[in-house]
């Protein structure tokens, strides 16, 4: 187990809040602790858990959250990803890892879904989609880091690595101003994990067979040097 500071800050009445991180296996446990008041503590629990061990219910439930969270240029049919999860034994030749994760709060909700790919020849790791039922910071945060946890342990197993992790962010726009609401969330919480944008765009083939194929670039994220 381990325990992490992640700093304090001050909201109205000059209440003094401590937020603290605590990891234990698939757990996260946020403490907001409100030391001014007497007894007035909130813990909030999340944990991931591999899309593979869960019930098919709370899949549907996840891939709910994407279908509602991904810009439409950005989805991939949710067959493709059923396939995946619940006949993964067809994909154990091809050239890349898929993880999928399901995010779930105290009480056992579904609270979200990610997709990463890890590509083992080039020690890449893709983060395809990472989507919770709300858009705040907590929530993709600790979403995040406990997935790459999770990746890189179960990677170590096996004498791989995580050299990068790279994502595509659209660059639709209209007017000159990007409008995918997805992609410019992640535009914005990335960079504060210090991922770098490539200035390369480049079209990506359409993933659904009635969309149009779209601008993207790349952000990456060195790990190891």
Request: one cysteine or more; hydrophobic letters at 40%.
């Amino acid at each position: 187990m381990s325990i992490c500071i992640l700093g304090r800050m001050f909201w109205k009445y000059g209440v003094e809040i401590w937020l603290i991180l605590v990891y234990n296996g698939y757990k996260h446990w946020i403490i907001m602790n409100y030391p001014l008041i007497r007894g007035d503590n909130v813990e909030l629990e999340f944990k991931v858990v591999s899309a593979k061990k869960c019930t098919k219910k709370d899949v549907i439930t996840a891939l709910d959250i994407y279908c509602k969270s991904v810009d439409p240029g950005s989805l991939t049919d949710t067959n493709q990803i059923k396939d995946y999860i619940w006949n993964s034994e067809k994909h154990v030749n091809e050239k890349r890892t898929m993880f999928f994760y399901l995010l779930y709060g105290k009480n056992d909700e579904v609270m979200g879904y990610a997709e990463f790919a890890y590509l083992p020849n080039n020690q890449v790791l893709v983060l395809d989609y990472l989507c919770t039922c709300q858009r705040n910071h907590l929530l993709f945060f600790n979403f995040y880091h406990m997935v790459i946890q999770e990746i890189t342990d179960s990677l170590k197993k096996k004498g791989c690595f995580i050299r990068y992790i790279i994502t595509e962010l659209s660059l639709n726009n209209r007017d000159r101003k990007l409008i995918d609401v997805d992609s410019n969330y992640f535009r914005h919480l990335l960079s504060l994990e210090n991922y770098k944008l490539l200035k390369y765009p480049y079209y990506q083939p359409p993933l659904l067979n009635y969309d149009r194929a779209q601008e993207f670039n790349i952000a990456i994220k060195l790990l190891l040097n």
